[in-house]
């Protein structure tokens, strides 16, 4: 059974930053992948960054490149979106994802998910 936990989120004013944290129980994660989607309200959930477990590669989407870091903590079992320079566009519910596939930019292809932390980005 996979479990993941997403925490951090909050309402910051824009220019701020915030770090989520996804904590996964369940599997040995050597072998996943971890993204995180975001979903604004009346919008499709959007992908916003990747990382392989094991390697560490990333990919971010445009949208947040420069501004957004993805990293995992091997030992905590843990994944983070590190958010700097937040816009008001931003606001939206974050979830994270694991699988054991490369799951691409697709949510559906996500097998995994968190509840999701919402954050909040006043102007």
């Known amino acids: 059974q996979v479990h993941l936990v997403e925490s951090g989120g909050g309402l910051v004013q824009a220019g701020d930053s915030l770090t989520l944290s996804c904590v996964v129980s369940?599997?040995?994660?050597?072998?996943?992948?971890m993204a995180w989607f975001r979903q604004a309200p009346g919008k499709e959930r959007e992908f916003v960054a990747t990382?392989?477990?094991?390697?560490?590669?990333?990919l971010y989407a445009d949208s947040v490149q420069g501004r957004f870091t993805i990293s995992r903590d091997k030992a905590k079992n843990t994944g983070y979106l590190q958010m700097n320079s937040l816009e008001p566009d931003d606001t939206a519910v974050y979830y994270c994802?694991?699988?054991?596939?490369?799951?691409?930019?697709?949510?559906?292809?996500?097998?995994?998910w968190g509840q999701g932390t919402q954050v909040t980005v006043s102007s």
């Open positions: 369940g599997p040995t994660l050597s072998n996943y992948y």
């Open positions: 990382i392989t477990w094991g390697g560490g590669t990333t």
């Open positions: 994802a694991v699988n054991d596939v490369l799951s691409g930019y697709k949510s559906a292809a996500w097998d995994y």
